[in-house]
């Protein structure tokens, strides 16, 4: 049995994964959320989201000890922990990844964050679930070969729905089965 292993890390992203246009839940919230950028700049962000989603991701960390990750464009001004966490009332905690000179990179859309889990990766190499509406899909090979070896879920979301019930059964297993390596 490892000693120590390091724990499961969830790198989440925002927009089209907890903020959805349409989550398919029965409850389901919105509102807007403030976010100041000092100097008298601000502004407010819709965020619409359905609490089932936060509430069973915030069980899932529980349960199998998973690290939060924040890596979404909502970390500018720590506003994932500082603002988006309190409006959700859940996913409190964790870390931010922001990486505000790839954002403006011409490599396309979601590079910053594939370059952030393979930096934190090879910094820390831990098993991960990366979920992320347009990233995933497109720097998931990326990221598949630079974390080789490393049990990983990579789960991409449809903007309008966000994370879906199919997607929290996914993120289940896959930490029972790493639950399961550690103890075997």
């Known amino acids: 049995?490892?000693?120590n292993p390091?724990?499961?890390?969830?790198y989440l992203d925002v927009d089209g994964a907890i903020n959805a246009d349409e989550p398919p839940f029965s409850d389901v919230k919105s509102t807007r959320v403030q976010i100041e950028y000092?100097?008298?700049?601000?502004?407010?962000?819709?965020?619409?989201w359905a609490p089932e989603v936060v509430t069973e991701l915030d069980a899932l960390r529980e349960e199998f000890g998973v690290?939060?990750?924040?890596?979404?464009?909502?970390?500018?001004?720590?506003?994932?922990?500082t603002r988006l966490a309190p409006a959700l009332g859940g996913l409190f905690g964790g870390r931010a990844i922001m990486d505000a000179d790839a954002v403006s990179s011409d490599r396309g859309r979601g590079w910053w964050k594939a370059q952030s889990i393979?930096?934190?990766?090879?910094?820390?190499?831990a098993p991960f679930v990366w979920v992320d509406d347009e990233a995933v899909m497109a720097h998931g090979g990326m990221v598949d070969e630079a974390t080789a070896g490393t049990p990983s879920l990579k789960l991409t979301t449809v903007y309008e729905h966000g994370i879906e019930r199919l997607h929290l059964a996914q993120m289940r297993s896959f930490l029972a089965e790493q639950t399961q390596r550690q103890v075997a």
């Open 118 to 125: 393979i930096a934190d990766q090879e910094f820390s190499p």
């Open 38 to 48: 000092g100097g008298g700049m601000m502004s407010r962000e819709p965020l619409t």
């Open 67 to 81: 690290e939060l990750v924040w890596l979404s464009t909502w970390n500018e001004m720590h506003a994932s922990m």
């Open 6 to 10: 390091a724990p499961t890390r969830l």
């Open 1 to 3: 049995m490892p000693s």
